[in-house]
């Protein structure tokens, strides 16, 4: 099956706290780094989430945003480092490539967002991704 998500990480289960409704997922993505994603509780159970599960971590362009240093007092517990690699610039919108460890992440943000924070390749960035935003795939 082909997508159009292009942000797709490997990586292996480490945790998964179901709840009533939602379950959280712990992933240590190939890079080294930890990964959030909050799927519902159903979700897990169908495709059999146990510590040890080879997963892939899928997560929409438009819902990675970008910061030039590490955010503190945010609910957002993803926050990948990375290093712009391209950028390409719209009249509205733009888009970035990202490389952070163990792979690549594309954003879509303003055009006006990229130019206030000086987006160049070579930055260093932070990937703020939502653990809501955040879909596992098993293979």
Do not use: C, F, H, W
Request: no cysteine; glycine share 8%.
């Amino acid at each position: 099956m082909s997508l159009s998500i292009r942000n797709q990480l490997p990586g292996t289960v480490t945790t998964v706290t179901p709840g009533e409704a939602m379950a959280t997922v712990r992933v240590r993505l190939k890079g080294g780094q930890d990964l959030t994603a909050a799927i519902t509780r159903e979700a897990a159970e169908d495709l059999r989430l146990t510590p040890g599960t080879a997963v892939r971590a899928l997560m929409k362009s438009t819902e990675v945003s970008l910061a030039t240093a590490p955010v503190e007092g945010l609910s957002i517990r993803n926050q990948l480092p990375g290093t712009v690699t391209a950028l390409a610039a719209g009249d509205a919108m733009a888009s970035v490539r990202v490389t952070v460890q163990g792979g690549e992440l594309s954003a879509a943000i303003t055009r006006e967002a990229a130019e206030d924070l000086a987006l160049s390749p070579g930055l260093p960035v932070v990937a703020l991704i939502k653990a809501t935003e955040v879909a596992l795939a098993t293979a």
